[in-house]
């Protein structure tokens, strides 16, 4: 491991004339990866690194479901997949209950989950106020710091997100 930019250039240099050197190729970029990692709840855990990752297609997905939402054009079925999708990004982006409790409303007795999954959920201007909450959330997080997600202080976490990485190989 390198700690600086310079010595991240000089070590890629060091180590591509030491593979050219005895005509080694290395792996194509399908098989290069960030260190070690895991998926646990469709969240990406690169251990190697500290991070915690939300799959982009995971994002784009709970975006298009809360917009659909927000235009009264989402049934029951997919809401109740939407509201699922947003329990499991909360539990990444450390926020209280408070962030989806209002979302439920559908779900209750008197809500839309009465007519069954093909049922249009209509939002109330509360579940409104909830889903614009979760936009700017899910369209500027895309993950943290392992020590973020894991720490329990509120203000601790928000003293350490700081900083965005973003990599690819």
């Keep these: 491991g390198v700690v600086g930019v310079e ?68 049934t029951f079925g997919e809401y109740r997949a939407l509201v699922g999708l947003l329990e499991h990004l909360r539990f990444v982006a450390r926020l209280q209950a408070d962030v989806t409790n209002v979302l439920y409303r559908p779900h209750s007795r008197e809500g839309e989950s009465q007519g069954g999954p093909s049922t249009t959920v209509q939002p109330t201007g509360l579940m409104v106020s909830a889903l614009h909450r979760w936009l700017a959330i899910i369209m500027q997080c895309a993950g943290a710091a392992l020590t973020i997600v894991f720490t329990t202080s509120a203000t601790e976490r928000l003293e350490l997100a700081d900083t965005i990485i973003s990599s690819s190989s």
């Design 7 to 74: 010595r991240a250039q000089r070590l890629l240099r060091a180590w591509r004339e030491v593979t050219k050197g005895v005509n080694l190729r290395m792996a194509g970029a399908d098989k290069r990866q960030m260190g070690g990692g895991v998926e646990w709840i469709g969240v990406s855990i690169l251990a190697a690194l500290g991070i915690v990752a939300i799959p982009k297609n995971k994002l784009l997905r709970a975006r298009d479901a809360i917009e659909r939402t927000l235009a009264g054009k989402i």
